[in-house]
């Protein structure tokens, strides 16, 4: 899975849903605050820039472009830490904290994943090739993120993609906002 910056903001989206939390029925609105690199990676396999990502009932429209300066091959390794905070970022505490191996496998093992490597051109794939890829105005539907027991929060997640040798490939930094309405 290599990615790690686009992919980490499109796995950010979905792994957080089906991994942490339960299920809820009300939609929500996702407000994507931030979205970057961790300040204290140093020569990170890829890069994102151009970053735009705008929030929809159930939905987030993502642009970037992400260019790989070296070939990500599986097995990556995904760490996962999760802060939930009030809407006015205060009150941060620990949510959770996953670790997942081979996260490559289970994208291509599982469809509804595999379908978000989509949302770039050319799609994202295990082993990410060196190249550049742009996703453009691309609608990712977040229904699954109704799984979080979201009363309106903020929240802050971090990334870390890993080689087969614990080397950290990639960092990235998430921040939503989660409200009943726009």
């Not at 020569?43 to 990502?53: E, F, I, Q």
């Not at 229904?143 to 802050?156: C, D, G, S, T, V």
């Amino acid at each position: 899975m290599g990615h790690l910056y686009g992919f980490g903001l499109v796995v950010s989206v979905v792994l957080v849903q089906m991994l942490v939390f339960p299920s809820a029925t009300m939609a929500k609105y996702y407000n994507v605050v931030t979205y970057d690199n961790c300040k204290h990676m140093d020569n990170p396999a890829a890069t994102l820039s151009n970053v735009k990502v705008a929030g929809k009932p159930n939905a987030i429209e993502l642009s970037a472009t992400l260019d790989v300066t070296r070939e990500i091959d599986p097995p990556v390794h995904m760490q996962l830490s999760v802060k939930r905070c009030n809407l006015q970022k205060e009150g941060c505490e620990t949510y959770e904290h996953i670790s997942m191996e081979d996260i490559c496998s289970k994208i291509e093992s599982n469809p509804i994943l595999h379908k978000y490597m989509d949302v770039f051109n050319p799609p994202l794939s295990c082993p990410l090739k060196k190249g550049r890829y742009v996703a453009e105005k691309s609608e990712l539907k977040l229904h699954m993120l109704e799984m979080f027991p979201i009363e309106n929060a903020f929240w802050q997640m971090e990334f870390r993609f890993m080689n087969k040798h614990n080397q950290t490939m990639q960092c990235d930094f998430v921040e939503i906002a989660v409200t009943d309405k726009e």
